[in-house]
């Protein structure tokens, strides 16, 4: 049988959590990961979805089952001798805190590295990163730009682990040099003054003019957020919708995977947006993945028309 090449490859960490929210709701032993949640709402929308990630003994099997029914290919995953990250999300007011517990492996130990990638998925459309250190991030890329065809260039997008602050940077602006897409959020970042002024501070973040750079996508929650396109040196903001919230987790990685989705797909910036939008909706309805994983295409296009274009606005 020929190997299957997935649309999507999605890098980053499997990890067990447990949530703590502000009004002192918990759930423990969640399974997680922007991994999870990412992989769900790219398969949403019809991609085909390959996970790369090194798995403990202790995350849930039954994650890993729902990834399967949906469609995401596992050949990427491989085992740890032992129990993985379990980590704290504590949500506290706006801001979220993820804080590895006492006793796990180091964040680099269990992130996955060039030779996790299997050799028929190294010519993927795209792929994302999902936080991890950053100098596994930088190896990823590295070996992404090698694996790719001249001709036929892979799209590659990050979230970041490391903070956004005056003194990374440097080492920010080095690593998107040779990525397409970059998905901070309020929880990263700490550049000064930036909400007064969104459209300077995402400039002042782009490398220079060579660089591959075309998005910068600062996720606010709540609050929406500003989509900045380096090319055009134009700023689209989108607002937040959803029917209800649960769980803000996920969300974000929801978002990336309804926009990259529909890149892929040529769309336009606006319907990226709103796709982008819809799929974190879904994400936030329940705690967990659950709603996430439920959710159907029928579902996700009848909420994407019911949602106008004006919603995003340049």
Not at 59 to 70: G, K, V
Not at 212 to 229: E, M, N, P, T, V
Not at 279 to 289: D, H, R
Request: charged residues 25%.
């Amino acid at each position: 049988m020929t190997p299957v090449t997935p649309d999507l490859v999605v890098l980053g960490n499997l990890l067990v959590d447990d949530v703590v929210h502000a009004d002192g709701r918990t759930r423990m032993g969640e399974p997680g990961g922007a991994m999870l949640y990412a992989s769900l709402a790219a398969a949403l929308w019809g991609a085909r979805v390959g996970c790369v990630s090194l798995r403990g003994d202790d995350y849930p099997a039954t994650a890993l089952d729902t990834l399967r029914a949906r469609g995401v290919l596992l050949d990427g995953v491989h085992a740890l001798e032992g129990n993985g990250v379990r980590t704290w999300l504590l949500y506290e007011g706006d801001v979220r805190r993820v804080i590895h517990r006492l006793g796990c492996p180091s964040h680099e130990a269990v992130s996955p590295l060039p030779e996790h990638v299997p050799p028929a998925w190294r010519r993927a459309r795209a792929f994302h990163l999902a936080p991890m250190p950053i100098d596994t991030q930088r190896s990823l890329v590295s070996a992404i730009r090698g694996w790719e065809a001249p001709e036929a260039p892979a799209f590659v997008s990050v979230d970041p682990h490391l903070p956004l602050a005056p003194d990374t940077l440097p080492a920010w602006r080095a690593l998107l040099v040779d990525v397409d897409a970059f998905f901070p959020s309020d929880d990263e970042w700490r550049l000064p003054d930036a909400a007064r002024d969104p459209a300077a501070a995402l400039a002042a973040l782009a490398p220079p003019a060579h660089a591959r750079l075309r998005w910068i996508a600062w996720k606010r929650g709540a609050a929406g957020g500003s989509l900045y396109d380096v090319r055009e040196r134009r700023l689209h903001a989108w607002p937040a919708r959803a029917a209800r919230i649960e769980d803000p987790t996920g969300a974000g990685d929801a978002f990336m995977a309804g926009f990259v989705t529909a890149y892929l797909e040529a769309r336009g910036v606006e319907h990226c947006l709103r796709r982008a939008v819809v799929s974190a909706s879904f994400a936030i309805e329940s705690c967990g993945a659950e709603r996430l994983a439920a959710a159907t295409r029928v579902e996700a296009e009848a909420r994407l028309a019911a949602w106008d274009a004006t919603e995003v606005r340049p």
